[in-house]
């Protein structure tokens, strides 16, 4: 499942396994909804300016933690980001970026707002 756009409503939330995709020419910001436990694989497509992806950090790393960080030889990034068994909330996992031969530190290229929407118990 590649994620397109915001998951509002909990219905509607993604479960178990679910894949984002983002490169040239996709919004550099986007939502979703999953539930307890989800695990998201996040795949960075390569960057078409002189940049490159550097890392991937969760702004709530005990909600989503990120994971498996690589970059393959055609510039491809790939994170796996594990949401709480338990817990909800809201998280940011941002990806970063910079040109190779630049002194710097990377800069924010991408931003997966994750929120995470436990299931409701009924009676």
């Known amino acids: 499942m590649s994620a397109t756009g ?39 497509r390569p960057r078409t300016d002189d940049k490159r992806w550097t890392a991937v950090r969760s702004s709530a790393p005990v909600l989503v933690l990120a994971s498996g960080w690589r970059v393959d030889a055609d510039g491809t990034a790939h994170a796996s980001l594990r949401c709480a068994g338990t817990k909800g909330g809201t998280a940011d996992v941002i990806a970063s970026a910079k040109a190779p031969d630049v002194a710097g530190a990377a800069k924010a290229a991408f931003t997966l707002h994750l929120s995470v929407v436990p299931f409701t118990t009924q009676g």
């Open 6 to 44: 915001s998951s509002a409503s909990p219905a509607s939330c993604a479960a178990g396994h679910t894949e984002v995709t983002a490169g040239p020419g996709d919004a550099v910001v986007r939502r979703l909804c999953v539930r307890p436990g989800t695990v998201v694989s996040l795949v960075l």
